[in-house]
Nanobody
Framework: QVHLVESGGGLVQPGGSLRLSCAASGSIFPINAMGWYRQTPGKQRELVAGITSGGSINLSDSVKGRFTISINDAKNTVYLQMDSLKHEDTATYYC??????????????????WGQGTQVTVSS
């Protein structure tokens, strides 16, 4: 439904910063929410940060005060600024765009599309 292209992942030392970007294109429906989720092997995908077209922001407690989500509506691009990174932030990060923000990634209400994932590794 929507083509999502992620960039910005990589290897960073603890305490460092990374900025993830995700550009959406090709949608024939309005995108009402975009967000970032992460997943580690053997664990379920979880919401990290989401933002709606109305400007509402949902941040996981584990990243509050360290991560910031923002959106450029004109470019249909969502950003995740990650500061003060910790070992436990290591994961594959997935971009999401859809008709609504999915607190539970497994929700099937409305439509949603996922990016291919970008690896973030926090290690010294």
């Amino acid at each position: 439904q929507v083509h999502l292209v992620e960039s910005g992942g990589g290897l960073v030392q603890p305490g460092g910063s990374l900025r993830l970007s995700c550009a959406a294109s090709g949608s024939i429906f309005p995108i009402n929410a975009m967000g970032w989720y992460r997943q580690t092997p053997g664990k379920q995908r979880e919401l990290v940060a989401g933002i709606t077209s109305g400007g509402s922001i949902n941040l996981s407690d584990s990243v509050k005060g360290r991560f910031t989500i923002s959106i450029n509506d004109a470019k249909n691009t969502v950003y995740l600024q990650m500061d003060s990174l910790k070992h436990e932030d290591t994961a594959t990060y997935y971009c999401y765009a859809g008709s609504r923000l999915r607190i539970d990634p497994a929700e099937t209400v409305g439509w949603g599309s996922w990016g291919q994932g970008t690896q973030v590794t926090v290690s010294s």
